[in-house]
Nanobody, 126 residues
Framework: QVQLVESGGGLVQPGGSLRLSCAAS????????MGWFRQVLGEDREFVAA????????YYADFVKGRFTISRDNAKSTVALEMNNLKPEDAAVYYC???????????????????WGQGTQVTVSS
């Protein structure tokens, strides 16, 4: 089992930037893909981005393409989400997730994630 701890959330103005980080422990980090999801209170959790174990392949939800970047550092067992040009609708609790396999499924990139962090709040408001 892998343990995930997110950090980096906070309050930012529209158009601003934040960098979320997730530290993993308990399992060999470079054996599985990683992802970020988000959830607004009262709504379903939604997929944001995924990255395979190599870090070379990534996938993004349409609503963050060109604004968010997912990356990982296998030596440090961390995954990050760089968020730019933030919009009020990006406000949510952001969750880091570990996939059960080294690669996410291209046809369904949001599936296969079985381990979750506790989440970090992102608020976008002026």
């Amino acid at each position: 089992q892998v343990q995930l701890v997110e950090s980096g959330g906070g309050l930012v103005q529209p158009g601003g930037s934040l960098r979320l980080s997730c530290a993993a422990s308990g399992r060999t980090f470079d054996m599985y893909a990683m992802g970020w999801f988000r959830q607004v209170l009262g709504e379903d959790r939604e997929f944001v981005a995924a990255i395979d174990w190599t870090g070379r392949n990534t996938y993004y939800a349409d609503f963050v393409k060109g604004r968010f970047t997912i990356s990982r550092d296998n030596a440090k067992s961390t995954v990050a989400l760089e968020m730019n040009n933030l919009k009020p609708e990006d406000a949510a609790v952001y969750y880091c997730a570990a996939h059960s396999r080294p690669y996410y499924t291209a046809a369904n990139p949001s599936s296969g994630f079985g381990s979750w962090g506790q989440g970090t709040q992102v608020t976008v408001s002026s």
